[in-house]
């Protein structure tokens, strides 16, 4: 069994038009199977600085040590975040950054993602961080709120190409359940 195949049953209650003798509304309930997902809302953001936090070690040594200049620094990081992110999640299936966040990485099968695959993974995370622009409008009554622009990072499309997932520490176990219980 794979995590892209497990299901999550929902009870969904949609309100009827009709009423019973108390004068409460009578519900219908349907159940669905919807798609499990392992990961958690806002994940984006904490995915990004997890990055960023990968990366400053790499951008002190260069600049701080070797006294490079702050954007050759970046640059110099950027493959050092890939080599490292790579080793760190084939070994350890997180990396120092996605620790503080208590993120780990499992793939389809739930298991920490191989050499090849995390390496796959790390390359292809340079491709998340194009911006996705969106025009926002505020509900009518968020009078404080302002129509514009958001832009948004799409931090899923390394782990849609290779099968993996980024789950929170606390919830592998549950995860981990439900493959073993499906088999």
């Known amino acids: 069994m794979k995590i892209s195949e497990l299901k999550e049953k929902r009870i969904i209650r949609r309100p009827t038009r009709s009423f019973d003798e108390s004068g409460n509304r009578i519900y219908n309930e349907f159940e669905y199977d919807f798609p499990y997902t392992p990961t958690h809302k806002g994940n984006e953001t904490e995915r990004f600085f997890a990055k960023v936090i990968d990366m400053i070690p790499f951008f002190m040594i260069f600049v701080f040590i070797f006294h490079l200049p702050v954007i050759l620094g970046i640059i110099l990081s950027i493959p050092c975040v890939i080599i490292s992110g790579t080793l760190c999640e084939w070994y350890f299936g997180t990396t120092l950054g996605k620790k503080i966040f208590k993120l780990t990485i499992l793939d389809d099968y739930g298991n920490q993602p191989g050499f090849i695959k995390s390496l796959v993974r790390n390359i292809l995370c340079l491709a998340n961080f194009c911006p996705i ?10 009078t404080w709120e302002t129509q514009g622009t958001q832009m948004n990072f799409s931090m899923h499309l390394n782990n849609n190409i290779c099968k993996t997932h980024i789950v929170k520490e606390n919830k592998v176990k549950e995860v981990r359940d439900m493959l073993l219980q499906k088999k």
């Not at 622009?133 to 968020?142: A, E, G, M, Q, V």
């Open 133 to 142: 622009f969106t025009d926002y409008t505020p509900p009518p009554s968020h």
